[in-house]
């Protein structure tokens, strides 16, 4: 669906008088967008309905409101897919006093459930910044600001006649892509020792007695969204009774989550006629901008939202422009 520039715009999907349940529509949504590169003060996910919900239509939209709820009832859609969080913090009580209180009651009642993408989608490649982008035109687009922090190293030590097995497993579960590549895993063959002690059950080896065994120490990174299941596969695939393995928090750029983006125009423009094309672009009755420079643009930099904090990694990447949502007045003069 192609993003417009309009918080009461919507967009009503069927799917095609199939039926599904709200557990498959949610895995599909989370396997391209995870809920887990969501800021920590997000609520993204499923905020009302239960997984086993049968759904056969669903309504697109930025917000929810009690008109939206009303919407989706007039058109039998059992689900509700928005970017804004209905319960953004946490609710202590249900009376109906608020907006937000009203919608959640009146979805409650109708049995219409909700599901909302919100931070995640901002900075998943692919996802809104991206959309920006490509709604300007840009080329050569790459997250502005990339995300620390969010991959992990495993690092395991596996039999040899269980290695390809249980890297493999690994890998489904997830594991070992970077960038263009996937299977990447470093591998190095050693001996690992162990004694069984009483009550044990070895894949190998005698009670009481000091084992040699051939292994190999396999290493591979993961999104730490993923470490549940990339333990459960590890544990489900791997011979031993004790599995050894070792987690480790990295501070590597995620390449393909972040805050923002950064793209070219095809040949350099008037900033002037720039500023009135992204007017046009995005349907906007106005729109506020700093003083002219006179100087000619081609390097964008943009991010949805109000993302004033990123104004220097802007400059730091010679951005000619820096687009985004929300501005407070005297934040305009940082820009200079």
């Known amino acids: 669906m192609e993003l417009k520039n309009n918080l009461k715009k919507k967009e009503e999907l069927n799917f095609k008088n199939t039926t599904m349940q709200l557990s498959e529509i949610v895995s599909a949504i989370e396997e391209a967008i995870p809920p887990g590169i969501q800021e920590t003060f997000d609520n993204s996910g499923l905020i009302i309905g239960g997984l086993q ?18 919407e989706a009832k007039q058109k039998n859609c059992q689900l509700i897919i928005s970017h804004h969080p209905l319960i953004f913090s946490g609710l202590k009580k249900l009376t109906g006093s608020g907006c937000v209180e009203r919608t959640v009651i009146k979805a409650v009642k109708n049995d219409i459930a909700i599901y909302s993408a919100h931070t995640n989608i901002d900075v998943i490649t692919g996802g809104v910044n991206s959309k920006i982008c490509e709604k300007i035109g840009l080329k050569n687009c790459r997250i502005l600001k990339k995300k620390t922090g969010e991959l992990m190293k495993l690092v395991t030590f596996i039999p040899i006649s269980h290695a390809d097995k249980v890297r493999e ?6 594991a070992g892509k970077i960038g263009n590549y996937d299977n990447c895993g470093y591998n190095i063959e050693g001996t690992g020792t162990f004694r069984p002690l009483d009550n044990a059950n070895p894949f190998t080896g005698d009670l009481k007695k ?47 989550v972040g805050m923002g983006m950064t793209g070219e125009l095809e040949s350099e423009m008037d900033e002037h006629d720039f500023l009135k094309e992204l007017k046009k672009k995005f349907d906007s009755g106005i729109i506020r901008h700093t003083k002219y420079l006179n100087k000619k643009v081609k390097l964008i930099a943009v991010c949805c939202g109000s993302c004033i904090s990123l104004l220097n990694d802007a400059i730091s990447e010679k951005a000619d422009v820096f687009v985004t949502s929300d501005v407070k007045y005297h934040d305009f003069f940082d820009a200079d």
């Open 53 to 70: 919900r049968e759904i056969n239509s669903a309504l697109v939209t930025i917000d929810v409101t009690e008109e939206v709820i009303d």
């Open 169 to 174: 497993a690994i890998f489904a579960a997830g």
């Open 210 to 256: 000091v084992n040699f065994e051939k292994e190999i120490r396999f290493e591979t990174i993961f999104p730490k969204y993923l470490k549940t299941d990339i333990i459960k596969a590890l544990l489900k695939s791997h011979p031993y009774e004790e599995v050894a393995y070792d987690i480790y928090l990295l501070e590597n750029e995620f390449n393909i």
